[in-house]
């Protein structure tokens, strides 16, 4: 029995889809048993590793983060991933599995430093990347790619920076590279 | 040569008449200056590998008698900026900087030290020269070796023009 199997069983409702593309499952699950089913993946299912923590924003809809989880199996040799993800509100914080892998600790960090989703149960929940006392969260949609001013006295500082035009993105066509070479738009 | 003791003065020697140069003290100095530029290698990202393989021994910087690289600031004379200047990393590089005796020269090597770079984004200072006074920039993604060679070569040019002594008195 797949490991998706055996979560739908052991779990009936809380798994709210299952999605399969070239033979890689990702579940969709409920909040509330995020952390049972990741705790449950990793005693039972015997997924040891915990490959990434990733959030997505859909600003414009609610919920509007989205956490995602990659697991794999390295232990039993049979390298199977299987990817978990479940909605999270705005003003939600999300629960920290550092408890389960160890590793969630930095990818955790790092979710909190780019996007600003805090963790409960996270043991040393400061940013990462970006320095302590940054005021923005950068990866979420509504901050501008070009960046903001901050001033942190003999820390750090931030600018703007000049686009010019931009941002020049590509849009997918299938016609010639031409149209599909990144160009300024107007973003609104 | 003979050895010359106290009481046998020194007549004039013929033999010393080739090997005195006469010359001006700024070029005298700046011709010791352009020869053993000793770089400080701020290697921040991927041109700092292009920076190590114009030191490697297919390009061999010290033929341009800068391959001493210090990684003091006290012992070093240009900073070579190598690679993505981040904001987290912007007044630690201008410390640096700082820290390093006059005269100093800073070279920004590749696009991200020079504009920034692809990197038009919130993380990244849009170019070196935001913070310290740059001489020579040098383009590139990375610049191969040999354009690091080149902007060294320029630098030295630039040295050359310097008033390196004559700057130091005062007109009265
Ligand atoms: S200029 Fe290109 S090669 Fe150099 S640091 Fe920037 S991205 Fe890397």
Redesign the interface.
Known sequence: MSSANTLASQFGSAIIEQIDFRDETTLIVDQESAKEILRFCRDELKFDYLVDISSLDNLGTEPRWEMVYELCQLGNGTNEHLRIKYALGENEKADSVCDLWATANWHEREVYDMMGIEFTGHPDLRRILMWEGFPFFPLRKDFPLAGRESEMPDVAFTDRAPLEGGPFVTSPTSASTVHREPRSRDMK | MSVMTTTQHAAYDTKVEGNIVFTQVDTAINWMRKNSVWPMPMGLACCAIELMGSASSRYDISRFGAEVMRFSPRQADVMIVAGTVT??M??AVKRIWDQMPEPKWCIAMGACASS?GM????????GID?LIPVDVYISGCPPRPEAVLEGLMRLQKKIEAEKSATSQFKKS
């Open positions: 904001y987290k912007a007044l920034g990197y038009r984004s919130y993380a990244v200072l849009q935001n």
